[in-house]
């Protein structure tokens, strides 16, 4: 069993996974709005990941003999400008999550649960990979700006993505 700080700590981090599937979630219906199908796919699979993060948590929660306690979940943004700002926000979000996830790893540190560093590697060493996914995406409209037959090629490979 993890110490109650520990258990307030990772119940919230299981609360922003939740609210990350819900905004990749929104940010995939702007794009199908937008006639993006391949990015609101990519955006909906990422949804998807992301509440398998959260339920990641929730089954280590219930192995360690803590509680699970749901919060609330606001609303995520909806209005986008346009895809750049979406891709821009998603890196923008994805960094706060990694500043959490490194601020919880202080914390099993100072409490001395082992068991949870070993957990929060495995959230660290995705959120590497997260980022250096999203930052690819967002060079990559940078780079071909608004030429919208690059982003309609862009958005085919998006589509291509595989759960
Ligand atoms: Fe965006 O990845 Fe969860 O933690």
Redesign the pocket.
């Known amino acids: 069993m993890m110490t109650k700080k520990m258990e307030q700590a990772i119940n919230d ?1 299981m609360q ?2 939740f609210y ?1 599937s819900y905004l990749y979630l929104s940010m995939s219906a702007y794009c199908y709005e937008n006639n993006l199908k391949g990015f609101g796919h990519w955006m909906k699979l ?1 949804s998807q ?2 509440t398998s ?2 339920m990641k948590f929730y089954e280590y929660m219930i192995a360690r003999g803590n509680r699970v306690l749901l919060e609330p979940i606001e609303q995520p943004p909806h209005a986008f400008k346009s895809l750049t700002e979406v891709i821009q926000k998603s890196l923008e ?2 960094k706060k ?2 500043a959490l ?1 490194h601020r919880l790893y202080e914390l099993t540190m100072k409490e001395k649960d082992y068991a949870s560093q070993g957990i929060l590697q495995w ?1 660290i060493n ?2 590497v990979e ?1 980022e250096a996914t999203v930052n690819e995406i967002l060079q990559k409209l940078k780079l071909i700006s608004d030429k919208s037959s690059a982003i309609l090629y862009l958005d085919k490979e998006m589509g291509k993505r595989a759960p």
Do not use: A
């Open positions: 981090q922003k996974e990350s990422q990941e992301e993060h959260g979000h994805e999550v990694t996830l959230y995705e959120q997260e």
